[in-house]
């Protein structure tokens, strides 16, 4: 069980535009920075949004994140086949002393 | 540019240890925090630990406190992770990642490529 809650599953068309969203608590998203991870199949993850809403050079600035409360949100618009992953969501938790993670969504281009 | 490499996986006994190596370059580990994060066959990411900059603060996972230790040698430029008596579960592939900033609460901005630790008899 996961701290963070992600979709298992999220899906779309190329072109769309996917939204997943990230659910936490006070102690983790409401007081710390969110980041986003991107995972293709066979390899390590990568960073694709830093503090909440901030692109690595790099990443296409179709991959944009919010947050707001306790809940963050990764946007990827104009859908494309190699955006097919595994996407993470990861801040620090103040009650755990420790890096909470969503159990991953499994984003598919279909 | 950042790297870091991990080497020191493969199989291991119940109850047995190993010990992990991450070799860092394009920047000084004295610098930044570390984590080692693991990834369970077919399963998500799980961290297990984190060590900060230039002092001995230390943060350990639940599921490995008292088993597992993290450690650097600055002049080698080289994070370690003991793992001790471990368990089936602990089976997965263990990431070193750099923290962002050097303290506390700093989530990774690049990782390793990983290395396999199996534990099976």
């Known amino acids: 069980q996961s701290v963070l809650t992600l979709p298992p599953s999220a899906s779309g068309t190329p072109g769309q535009r996917v939204t997943i969203s990230c659910s936490g608590s006070?102690?983790?998203?409401?007081?710390?920075?969110v980041y986003w991870y991107q995972q293709l199949p066979g390899t390590a993850p990568k960073l694709l949004i830093y503090?909440?809403?901030q692109r690595p050079s790099g990443v296409p600035d179709r991959f944009s994140g919010s947050k707001s409360g306790t809940s963050a949100s990764l946007a990827i618009s104009g859908l494309r086949s190699e955006d097919e992953a595994d996407y993470y969501c990861?801040?620090?938790?103040?009650?755990?002393?420790?890096?909470?993670f969503g159990g991953g969504t499994k984003l598919t281009v279909l | 540019q950042v790297q870091l490499v991990e080497s020191g996986g493969g199989v291991v006994q119940p109850g047995g240890s190993v010990r992990l190596s991450c070799g860092v370059s394009?920047?000084?580990?004295?610098?930044?925090?570390v984590h080692w994060v693991r990834q369970a066959p077919g399963k998500g990411l799980q961290w297990v630990t984190f060590?900060?900059?230039?002092?001995?603060?230390?943060y350990y996972a639940d599921s490995v406190k008292g088993r597992f230790t993290i450690s650097r040698d600055n002049s080698k430029n080289t994070l370690y992770l003991q793992m001790n008596s471990l368990r089936t579960e602990d089976t997965a592939v263990y990431y070193c990642?750099?923290?962002?900033?050097?303290?506390?609460?700093?989530?990774?901005?690049?990782w390793g490529q990983g290395t396999l630790v199996t534990v099976s008899s």
């Open positions: 394009g920047f000084r580990l004295n610098s930044y925090g």
């Open positions: 503090r909440n809403n």
């Open positions: 990861a801040a620090w938790d103040d009650s755990l002393s420790g890096l909470v």
């Open positions: 006070s102690s983790n998203i409401g007081s710390n920075y």
């Open positions: 060590i900060r900059d230039d002092i001995n603060e230390k």
């Open positions: 990642a750099k923290g962002e900033w050097p303290y506390s609460g700093s989530p990774p901005d690049y």
